[in-house]
């Protein structure tokens, strides 16, 4: 098989996934961009391993641990999502600005609920 | 006819590709199909949804560049736990069922040429450096076997720190999330 197929289909699989870190709003949705670039990356190592026939087979081994860091990130990665959504009642990236932990003032967070109010008598 | 001739002659070549190659062009158009509507449509469920179609797509490359193993635990890992994870946090978080519209942000024109530039740097760059590359798949390279053998005699150490890293994020999981940890830190406070 030509080399070149593996390697540009890695390669738009990371933009793709570099396009939606940068688009998506939502906090869940960043993170299956995450995991289309680490697949881009993982079929990249799969593929040179094949091309090089390393006798270490290390594309492979460094896939199955690429494999066990994104389980383990996107385990942790929910878990503070759903930690800032208990905490301020969103998982939206672009209206968690600030990382203080219970100090914001007042009026924001009842502006937030206001606006979270508004949205749920639309819909 | 002369081009013909001379390209079914050569083992190698565009005009000439093999069962595996258009098999493998084919299910890469799908899985970056599936990748585009992950990350762009507007219902947040569909978008976990065709998350599973792109991981599995992959899985069947794998599958085709002969790595055995590595195919079945993306199938298992990815498509299996990932995918059910991100389902979880997507219904823990509230997410509305129909279509959102407000899933992207403002920044979608520049995140949109920050991507194209981004891919047309390095596809230029890749197919430039693999030109003429080709991979032998005549024998089979990522057999369980080989892999077993390989992972539990060359790749111990980074194995076990594996499985402390797994722990150590699996305890700050469960710390995160358990609900009542909040509830104690205010009534200290």
Redo the contacts between chains.
């Keep these: 098989m030509h080399l070149v197929f593996p390697a540009v289909l890695a390669a738009l699989l990371f933009c793709v996934g570099l396009y939606g870190v940068l688009a998506r709003r939502n906090a869940v949705l960043m993170l299956m961009s995450v995991e289309l670039m680490l697949n881009a990356v993982n079929l990249n190592l799969v593929a040179f391993d094949v091309w090089l026939r390393d006798a270490l087979h290390a594309g492979q081994a460094l896939t199955l641990f690429t494999i066990t860091v994104a389980a383990a990130e996107i385990g942790l990665g929910l878990a503070i999502v759903l930690l800032i959504f208990r905490h301020r009642g969103t998982a939206d990236i672009d209206r968690v600005g600030r990382l203080a932990d219970g100090d914001e003032t007042a009026g924001d967070g009842g502006e937030q609920q206001a606006r979270d109010d508004e949205k749920k008598a639309v819909r | 006819m002369n081009l013909a001739v001379t390209a079914l002659d050569s083992t ?1 070549g ?1 005009l000439s590709p ?1 069962g ?2 258009i098999v ?2 084919l299910v ?1 158009l799908g ?2 199909g599936a ?2 509507l ?2 762009t449509t507007k219902q ?1 469920v569909h ?2 949804l065709w ?1 599973v179609v ?2 599995g797509g ?1 899985a069947v ?2 599958l ?4 055995e ?2 195919a079945w ?2 199938v298992l ?2 498509v299996g ?2 995918v059910v ?2 389902l ?3 219904m ?5 069922i129909g279509a959102s519209p ?7 024109p ?3 040429g ?3 530039a ?2 047309a740097t ?2 230029t760059l ?2 430039d450096a ?2 003429s ?5 005549g024998t089979v ?2 057999s369980t076997k ?2 077993g053998v ?2 539990f005699r ?2 111990v150490l ?2 076990e720190a ?1 499985s402390v ?2 722990l ?3 305890v ?2 469960i710390v ?2 358990r609900r009542n940890a ?1 509830a104690r830190d205010e009534k200290e406070r």
């Design positions: 190698h565009f093999s595996v190659e493998f062009v890469g899985v970056l990748a585009l992950t990350v947040l978008a976990a998350l792109a991981l992959l490359e794998y085709l560049l002969t790595a193993f590595i635990v993306q890992i990815y736990a990932v994870l991100v979880f946090g997507l823990l978080t509230r997410a509305p407000d899933a992207d942000s403002g920044n979608r520049l995140a949109f920050v991507a194209l981004a891919a390095l596809v890749v197919v693999f030109r590359t080709w991979i032998d798949l390279a990522g080989a892999n390989t992972l060359y790749w980074p194995f594996l890293l797994l150590a994020a699996l700050g999981a995160l999330s909040n």
